[in-house]
């Protein structure tokens, strides 16, 4: 093989593992919250929309891990120094997990699905109205 070919074959493994890391998150932020049992879809979203928050905090301390602080530390035999940054890391969630839960962000939610609701609503009654 050459070199193009082989730049290129890293190009497309790059951009696979791009689309599964984005899948996969895509499935952990929104399949759990939309299963949640409810009558009502504004309540679904709204849990969807309060779900956010925490599960991009993970999803920071992952990557933080993964692309900075392995190659940079753990795998330079720094072992000490990852272990010290990520008991900080996982603190800094939890606590802004905490601020997220406790400021009532689900209020929040529930009210711009609510707006976007009554929008909707709006719309198609006005759209109804011209025939």
Same mark, same amino acid.
């Given at each position: 093989?050459? @070199?193009a070919t082989n730049v290129n074959f890293q190009s497309i493994a790059r951009h696979r593992n791009l689309a599964i890391h984005i899948l996969c998150?895509?499935?952990i932020m929104?399949?759990?919250p939309l299963l949640r049992p409810s009558?009502?879809?504004d @309540?679904? =979203?709204a849990h969807l929309l309060r779900s956010l928050g925490p599960t991009m905090c993970y999803? =920071?301390?992952f990557y933080i891990n993964y692309l900075l602080l392995l190659p940079r530390l753990y795998f330079k035999d720094k072992k000490t120094q990852f272990y010290l940054i990520n008991v900080v890391l996982i603190f800094a969630a939890f606590g802004l997990n905490i601020g997220w839960w406790t400021h009532d962000a689900g209020a929040d939610a529930r009210t711009w699905v609510h707006a =976007?609701?009554?929008e909707a609503l709006t719309a198609h009654s006005c759209s109804g109205s011209r025939r």
């Amino acid at each position: 093989m050459n @070199d193009a070919t082989n730049v290129n074959f890293q190009s497309i493994a790059r951009h696979r593992n791009l689309a599964i890391h984005i899948l996969c998150w895509g499935l952990i932020m929104i399949v759990p919250p939309l299963l949640r049992p409810s009558e009502m879809m504004d @309540d679904r =979203l709204a849990h969807l929309l309060r779900s956010l928050g925490p599960t991009m905090c993970y999803m =920071l301390v992952f990557y933080i891990n993964y692309l900075l602080l392995l190659p940079r530390l753990y795998f330079k035999d720094k072992k000490t120094q990852f272990y010290l940054i990520n008991v900080v890391l996982i603190f800094a969630a939890f606590g802004l997990n905490i601020g997220w839960w406790t400021h009532d962000a689900g209020a929040d939610a529930r009210t711009w699905v609510h707006a =976007l609701k009554e929008e909707a609503l709006t719309a198609h009654s006005c759209s109804g109205s011209r025939r």
